[in-house]
């Protein structure tokens, strides 16, 4: 290739460009234009490889650690705290499963029937393991209860504010208000779920680990199940949780009803029930019901 190139230069310099054959000047000229792409392509190469930049992105420096990606994904033991390692420890950084201590149980009852209901409660509550309230409309008088194997008993505060049309004595507002009341209580130390149940609910605690396992206690979620009676279902809608086979809130859900609980039913003020009431809430917060067939409501009507 050299060879030609100095072959055309000295033609071109000894008879200029006018002297020489078509044929000739076409080969000539051909092989100069390849030439000079050839060299054009070898310099770019060289240059491409030999910049610092390409070269320290493939294979970065010791020097220049901080500012390639070898120093992201693998540090430089230099660089460490003296108390950590490359290596992560699984069992450390690992989240931890939903167990029962993460739970808060918010229990309605009432005076009236809380000295029989109590029995009830003790077939399941855990008392050194569990965590929850009894919600109560008044104190009951000259009445003994076993505190040690029971929830903690708390009185729900004034719902008179709440008008009812239906005039039953306001319970429906007050039941609807208990997971609100519990939040408030504070104590939220790796809380992740509230419970509402009724005080005749049986809660099998092994299952509903499990289930709420399932599911991101970080996000916003309404567990619970339909009535197993349809005309129950029909009355009240199936997007309902009904309290009596006890449904399930996550802690943030709990925290955004605590805070709009109280003026949203006063807007249903139309509607009987407290379960059908806190429904009325999650619709307006827009979360609907996640239906687990394990929360068993049964109604006798």
């Known amino acids: 290739m050299s060879r030609d190139f100095n072959s055309l230069m000295k033609a071109i310099k000894t008879q200029g460009f006018s002297s020489l054959?078509?044929?000739?000047?076409?080969?000539?000229?051909?092989?100069?234009?390849?030439?000079?792409?050839?060299i054009g392509f070898i310099t770019y190469t060289f240059h491409s490889f030999s910049?610092?930049?390409?070269?320290?992105?493939?294979?970065?420096?010791?020097?220049?650690?901080?500012?390639?990606?070898?120093?992201?994904?693998?540090?430089s033991s230099s660089k460490l705290p003296k108390n950590s390692s490359a290596n992560f420890d699984c069992k450390?950084?690992?989240?931890?499963?939903?167990?029962?201590?993460h739970l808060v149980f918010a229990i309605a009852s009432s005076s009236k029937v809380w000295q029989r209901r109590q029995n009830y409660v003790k077939l399941w509550w855990k008392p050194d393991k569990m965590r929850g309230f009894v919600w109560l409309d008044e104190r009951i008088k000259n009445q003994t209860f076993d505190h040690q194997l029971l929830p903690t008993i708390k009185?729900?505060?004034?719902?008179?504010?709440?008008?009812?049309?239906?005039?039953?004595?306001?319970?429906?507002?007050?039941i609807a208000r208990v997971v609100s009341e519990t939040f408030r209580l504070g104590s939220h130390d790796n809380v992740r779920w509230f419970i509402m149940a009724d005080d005749d609910t049986f809660v099998v605690t092994d299952n509903l680990i499990r289930v709420l396992r399932k599911y991101d206690h970080n996000q916003f979620y309404y567990i619970g199940g339909s009535s197993e009676t349809h005309?129950?279902?029909?009355?009240?809608?199936?997007?309902?949780?009904?309290?009596?086979?006890?449904?399930?809130?996550?802690?943030p859900l709990a925290k955004a009803l605590?805070?709009?609980?109280?003026?949203?039913?006063?807007?249903?003020?139309?509607?009987?029930?407290?379960?059908?009431?806190?429904?009325?809430?999650m619709a307006e917060i827009g979360v609907p019901l996640t239906r687990e067939v394990g929360f068993h409501q049964v109604c006798y009507i």
């Open 21 to 38: 054959s078509s044929s000739s000047s076409f080969r000539l000229l051909s092989k100069l234009i390849l030439f000079i792409i050839i």
């Open 51 to 75: 910049s610092d930049n390409v070269a320290n992105f493939i294979r970065p420096s010791s020097s220049n650690s901080t500012n390639n990606v070898s120093s992201i994904i693998r540090p």
């Open 92 to 101: 450390k950084t690992k989240k931890e499963t939903t167990q029962l201590h």
């Open 155 to 174: 009185i729900s505060s004034n719902t008179s504010e709440f008008k009812d049309q239906y005039n039953n004595d306001e319970s429906a507002v007050r």
């Open 231 to 251: 005309v129950q279902n029909i009355i009240f809608g199936y997007n309902t949780a009904f309290g009596g086979g006890g449904f399930a809130i996550s802690y």
């Open 258 to 281: 605590a805070e709009i609980q109280d003026t949203c039913m006063k807007r249903y003020n139309n509607l009987y029930t407290s379960d059908h009431r806190i429904q009325a809430c």
